[in-house]
């Protein structure tokens, strides 16, 4: 049965950093692309960041480059999500989500972690 674990949030202050991470089961993750999304209150959700097989990037969000950066560790089956000068507007509930080869459409998705709640807030 194929699980994802979405964890790592919290409460962070502006400018301040977070590590997402997803640990999967029942599949192997460096078999993937790894897709990282994110829905703000009131807000559709909305595709950041994908790391695909061969470990190439992909920004979707223009206002996370620089910011933020996905790396794995195969030998736990988990990816992360570095997120570095957090603002407010990153405050959100974060998923992330594999597949064969990265897609900004939340609908190309089938499996998902059960997100994790990053708030920037002083």
């Known amino acids: 049965q194929v699980q994802l674990v979405d964890s790592g949030g919290g409460l962070v202050q502006p400018g301040g950093s977070l590590r997402l991470s997803c640990a999967a089961s029942g599949f192997t993750l460096d078999d993937s692309a790894v897709a990282w999304f994110r829905q703000a209150p009131g807000k559709e959700r909305e595709a950041i960041y994908c790391?695909?097989?061969?470990?190439?990037?992909?920004y979707y969000t223009d206002s996370v480059k620089d910011r933020f950066a996905g790396s794995r560790d195969n030998a736990k089956n988990t990816v992360y999500l570095q997120m570095n000068s957090l603002k407010p507007e990153d405050t959100a509930v974060y998923y992330c989500a594999p597949r064969e080869w990265c897609s900004p459409w939340s609908y190309d998705y089938q499996y998902w972690g059960q997100g994790t709640q990053v708030t920037v807030s002083s």
């Open positions: 790391m695909d097989r061969t470990d190439g990037t992909t």
